[in-house]
């Protein structure tokens, strides 16, 4: 059964301290493992999506790498806005079903 | 892009009562979630719909709970009886199956609260 595991739960940082996210998965193949940002009250929000390992993207300060077992989500001098909850989620090979990890509230202080 | 549309935004009910819940994807989407999000359980996958058509429904959690999407512009989730144990947010998502790839597009969800 696939699996999502992400560590820290919660990370409090200053403004401009950089650090990173992780997110370890267990997938029979993996189709695709996806990052999304959730603000309260709303819905998760889109971020990256990686496809084999060794693949980086990068929007703004947040950058995403993939290796066989986890994907980091590395945050570099981040800004108060930054604050919300990331989650990560994979797909496997057998279909579309998109199974979420339990997220990292990031708290960014200025 | 209107993105995907929930209602209504929060529900306030009684146990026993019903419950329905309501989603438009965007436009143009083959693909249809509905998760449950608690602080316990984080994001959990109740059902998703290909085309209308129910693919995977392992994550309903009994048969209180039914999922229909008669168009695909339409799909609601009921609940008959509520109970407690049921107060939650719902998302709504939708995704197009051009590339299997493709993220998820997700609704600000219901937040329903059962007494």
């Known amino acids: 059964e696939d699996q999502v595991t992400q560590s820290p739960e919660a990370l409090r940082l200053q403004e401009g301290e950089s650090s990173s996210l992780n997110c370890s998965y267990t997938?029979?193949?993996?189709?695709?493992l996806f990052w999304y940002r959730q603000d309260p009250g709303k819905g998760p929000e889109f971020l990256f999506t990686?496809?084999?390992a060794g693949e980086e993207k990068e929007k703004e300060r947040l950058k995403a790498t993939l290796t066989k077992k986890e994907s980091f989500l590395h945050i570099t001098a981040p800004k108060p806005e930054d604050s919300a909850t990331y989650l990560c989620?994979?797909?496997?090979?057998?279909?579309?079903?998109?199974?979420f990890g339990a997220g990292t509230r990031l708290f960014v202080k200025a | 892009d209107a993105g995907v549309i929930q209602s209504p935004r929060h529900e306030v009910t009684e146990m026993g009562q019903e419950v329905t819940l309501r989603c438009k994807p965007i436009?143009?989407?083959?693909?249809l979630f509905w998760y449950r999000q608690t602080m316990m359980r984080g994001l959990e996958l109740l059902i998703y719909?290909?085309?209308?058509?129910?693919?995977?429904d392992s994550g309903m959690p009994e048969d209180r709970f039914s999922a229909k999407m008669p168009n695909a512009s339409f799909s609601t989730l009921k609940i008959q009886p509520s109970e407690p144990r049921d107060s939650a947010v719902y998302f709504c998502?939708?995704?197009?199956?051009?590339?299997?790839?493709?993220?998820?597009?997700f609704g600000n969800g219901t937040r329903l609260t059962v007494t």
């Open positions: 719909f290909n085309n209308n058509v129910p693919i995977d």
């Open positions: 989620a994979v797909r496997d090979t057998g279909g579309f079903k998109t199974i």
């Open positions: 997938v029979s193949g993996l189709r695709g």
């Open positions: 990686l496809y084999s």
């Open positions: 436009s143009g989407h083959d693909y």
């Open positions: 998502a939708s995704s197009l199956r051009g590339r299997y790839n493709s993220p998820l597009h």
